[in-house]
Structure formats: structure tokens, C-alpha cells
């Protein structure tokens, strides 16, 4: 079943502790992006790569990282977590970079910072 | 910069009613436009899209139409189901540059028996 696979699904953190959302698809697609969710904003990009080892920041990147050194990996990594990154986030993938491309998105990882 | 504009919600209405929500948006040069759904703890799904100027995206009986003049693509549907009932996301991906997608912020539908 081709899919995009996030984990973990729920974390409650505290601030400062280093912790890491996992990304995998199945579907060979060059293109993986992470989204956040926060209520009466919709979604705003934080990172995207248009392929292996290509990376680029989206709208709102500060206090994020990411990597891609496989193609069907795209993690995200909070060094310092802080409150004001408790969300919901989500990963999405497209077979391509493009404007046309639809995007498949995982179900899901909601974090909370204390 | 670019930005959707959604109506706001709840939408609430009963099965079978007639179902508009307006989305408008502000680009430079032509973007793609599309519909995304979200179901109660799920992840977005598209629901429909249209890559240029009076095109008509379609599925599931819901439709959307990517109007250039009035920068707009109401999502509609005839007749709403229970099952209907969801999170609805208008977006725009430009067509050059970075294609960074700009989401609206949702609206919710309710649909009642």
C-alpha cells in the first residue's frame, strides 16, 4: 500500500530535549516536505527537499532541521524544543518538485512541549 | 507575497443540502489550485485541482472551477453526505520559483442527518 509513514504519531516533550520525527514513503517520490498545523493558520511549510541531499527552508524553518541522505526518508529534528513548537505536523511526498504535483501526506505526529 | 483566503467555519448543514465554500487567493502569474481534505485524525487528502485558467477539477461530486478573473475556486457540491463531513483546505502552488504551497486555513463542514 503506498503510503507516508510518520512516527511518532503523539509526544509530550519538555523544552530543551532534543527529539526527532521520523518520515518514510514508499512511493519512490522525489520530493518530501514537513507541514505544521496550527488551529485557524492551516499549514505552513518548514522544509522541503526537491531530491537526496537537497534541502531548502519553506516558510517557517526556525528551530528545525532536517536530512535527507535516503530517498524514502525525510526526517525532522527539534535540537532545543520550545512551547511555541507544540503543533501537529505533518510529512508530505510528491512524485515530483513541481506545481501540479499532488502531495500525499502522513497521518500525522501531534507534539506538545512542556 | 501569495495567500489563500477561505471562508470562515463551521459550515453546518443537513444531508442533502446544497454545499458552496468560497476560497480566494492573490498570486503573481497563474498558479495551481487545488482542494485537500482532511478527515477526523487523518492526514490531508487532494480532493480535486486545476492547474490553469477555467479549468474544472472534479471528484466525488464536489467541483471547483479555477476562475482568473475573480482569483477564485469555490469548492461545490450538490447534495452532502454524513460522510462529507471534514476539514477543507484551498491551496496554491505557484508555478515557478520555489512551488512552495500556501494553504488557507481550513473550513470545517458539518453535515447532519
Known amino acids: 500500500e503506498a503510503q507516508v509513514t510518520q512516527n511518532p504519531r503523539y509526544l509530550i516533550t519538555v523544552t530543551g530535549k532534543k527529539l526527532t520525527v521520523t518520515c518514510s514513503q514508499n512511493m519512490n517520490h522525489e520530493y518530501m516536505s514537513w507541514y505544521r498545523q496550527d488551529p485557524g493558520l492551516g499549514l505552513r511549510q518548514i522544509y522541503y527537499s526537491m531530491n537526496v541531499e537537497v534541502t531548502d527552508k519553506g516558510d517557517v524553518p526556525e528551530g528545525y532541521k532536517v536530512s535527507r541522505k535516503e530517498k524514502r526518508n525525510f526526517p525532522l529534528i527539534l535540537e532545543s524544543p520550545s512551547p511555541n513548537q507544540t503543533s501537529l505536523y505533518f510529512c508530505a511526498s510528491s512524485l515530483s518538485w513541481g506545481a501540479t504535483g499532488e502531495l500525499f501526506f502522513g497521518e500525522g505526529s501531534r507534539l506538545t512541549v512542556l | 507575497g501569495n495567500s489563500v483566503t477561505q471562508m470562515e467555519g463551521p459550515v453546518t448543514l443537513s444531508e442533502e443540502a446544497f454545499l458552496t465554500i468560497n476560497c480566494t487567493y492573490t498570486?503573481?502569474?497563474?498558479?495551481?489550485l487545488f482542494w485537500y481534505v482532511q478527515y477526523p485524525g487523518e492526514g490531508l487528502q487532494l480532493l480535486l485541482k486545476a492547474t490553469k485558467a477555467d479549468d474544472k477539477g472534479s471528484n466525488k461530486g464536489f467541483e471547483a472551477t479555477y476562475r482568473k478573473e475573480t482569483t477564485s475556486f469555490h469548492l461545490e457540491k450538490g447534495s452532502v453526505q454524513v460522510s462529507d463531513s471534514a476539514v477543507y483546505f484551498c491551496?496554491?502552488?505557484?508555478?515557478?520559483?520555489?512551488?512552495?504551497?500556501?494553504f488557507g486555513r481550513g473550513t470545517s463542514l458539518i453535515v447532519h442527518p
Open positions: 498570486a503573481t502569474g497563474y498558479p495551481s
Open positions: 491551496a496554491l502552488v505557484p508555478t515557478g520559483g520555489s512551488y512552495i504551497p500556501t
